[in-house]
């Protein structure tokens, strides 16, 4: 980006490309995703300078709870996003209805980080760690304790030191 010597090089982030003032949202869909170990669906909005964001719908919830929120978010600008969130976060919840208003979220920052020309880290207050240490999830199938232990042992081989495990009725039920 050419540098135009704004105030301490603000201006120097922003896509030239973009006039984020005057983005506005007109469109959104769902593209599903599938080919990893489960489907998810990827939700994209749309704007009228052809940028595009992308929000991932969490947990399996339903990309139809996201696609409700359409109506009051066409024609906005998709860098105002406290004031968008605000307006949708009512929809959301601990449910399968909260993946919906979370893909907008995350749809929401992608566009203003686009527009801006400025990772979404730094958005949200810049860096914290240099490492970040994932885990990985047991199999949604558990048919033993000892079954479990064994994939377990398989992720472990593979390097990972962080594992999640979820415990099912039918794991404790004989306890």
């Not at 593209?31 to 991932?56: C, D, H, R, W």
């Not at 979370?102 to 400025?118: C, Q, T």
């Not at 240490?133 to 048919?143: G, I, L, M």
Request: glycine share 14%.
């Amino acid at each position: 980006m050419p540098e135009t010597g704004g105030a301490d090089g603000a201006l120097d982030r922003v896509n030239t490309n973009s006039r984020p003032s005057e983005l506005r949202i007109t469109d959104m869909r769902v593209a599903e995703i599938v080919g990893a170990p489960f489907t998810s669906a990827l939700l994209k909005i749309y704007t009228n300078q052809g940028i595009v964001g992308l929000g991932e719908v969490r947990d399996g919830a339903s990309a139809t709870y996201a696609l409700m929120l359409k109506s009051r978010l066409l024609g906005e600008n998709p860098c105002d996003i406290d004031r968008l969130f605000r307006r949708i976060k009512q929809f959301g919840g601990h449910g399968r209805q909260g993946g919906g208003v979370s893909a907008v979220e995350i749809a929401l920052w992608d566009l203003a980080g686009k527009a801006y020309g400025v990772p979404i880290y730094q958005m949200l207050g810049g860096k914290f760690r240099d490492h970040v240490r994932v885990y990985c999830d047991t199999d949604a199938e558990k048919p033993s304790g000892t079954e479990t232990g064994k994939r377990l042992k398989a992720r472990m081989d593979r390097g990972f030191t962080f594992l999640k495990m979820d415990l099912g009725l039918m794991q404790i039920a004989h306890i």
